[in-house]
């Protein structure tokens, strides 16, 4: 079982506005920022949204994230058919003293 | 351009080592810590520990303390993690991830390492 809650799928039509919920608590964060990364099949992770809301250099725009409380969501704007991938939360955790990560969701473009 | 290569896939039996490297090139290495991730077969992510290449700093995840040792060789520029005491439920990839620190996240990943634990 992850230590951040994600829904293991989502899905949505080209165009569409999706997003994929991170719950947590106050440990994590509830304290400290959260981080987005997506996974295409067969490749390494790549860092989407950093410090909560922060679009590192290269990510389009239609990416965003938020915060609140003990919970985080992505939001993906004009759904694309190459945004089909694995997107997972992450947050340092005080309690363990290191990252932990959501289970993922697997999102579907229709 | 910011790139980490890491060494090829390796098949272990239970019970053995396994040693990943991790060479960094494009940015001075002392400036960034390392952290490893893995990922077992169709599950999620799991980070396993973070390394300062400045001064050898480690901070484990507590399910892999004692049998987890990460290190690093600034004469090449290179990160490596060892793994003892191999179990099949180790079979996973394996990523180094450059790591910027305060909570930013890993900003650039490694192809990933196949270790395979099998009898």
């Known amino acids: 079982q992850s230590v951040l809650t994600q829904p293991p799928s989502a899905s949505g039509t080209p165009g569409q506005r999706v997003t994929i919920s991170c719950s947590g608590s106050s440990s994590n964060i509830g304290t400290n920022t959260v981080n987005w990364y997506r996974q295409l099949p067969g490749t390494a992770p790549k860092l989407l949204i950093s410090s909560n809301d922060q679009r590192p250099s290269g990510v389009p725009d239609r990416f965003s994230g938020s915060k609140s409380g003990t919970s985080a969501s992505l939001a993906i704007s004009g759904l694309q058919s190459e945004d089909e991938a694995d997107y997972y939360c992450a947050a340092w955790d005080d309690s363990l003293n290191g990252w932990v990560f959501g289970g993922g969701t697997k999102l579907t473009v229709l | 351009q910011i790139q980490l290569v890491q060494s090829g896939a390796e098949v272990k039996k239970p019970g053995a080592s396994v040693k990943v490297s991790c060479k960094a090139s494009?940015?001075?290495?002392?400036?960034?810590?390392i952290s490893w991730v893995r990922q077992a077969p169709g599950q999620g992510l799991e980070w396993m520990g973070w390394i300062s290449p400045y001064n050898g700093n480690t901070n484990y995840a507590q399910k892999l303390q004692g049998r987890l040792t990460m290190t690093t060789d600034t004469s090449t520029s290179t990160a490596y993690m060892e793994l003892r005491s191999l179990r099949s439920d180790d079979t996973a990839v394996y990523y180094c991830?450059?790591?910027?620190?305060?909570?930013?996240?890993?900003?650039?990943w490694g192809q990933g390492t196949l270790v395979t634990v099998s009898s």
């Open positions: 991830a450059r790591d910027p620190g305060s909570g930013r996240g890993f900003d650039y």
């Open positions: 494009g940015y001075t290495f002392t400036n960034y810590g």
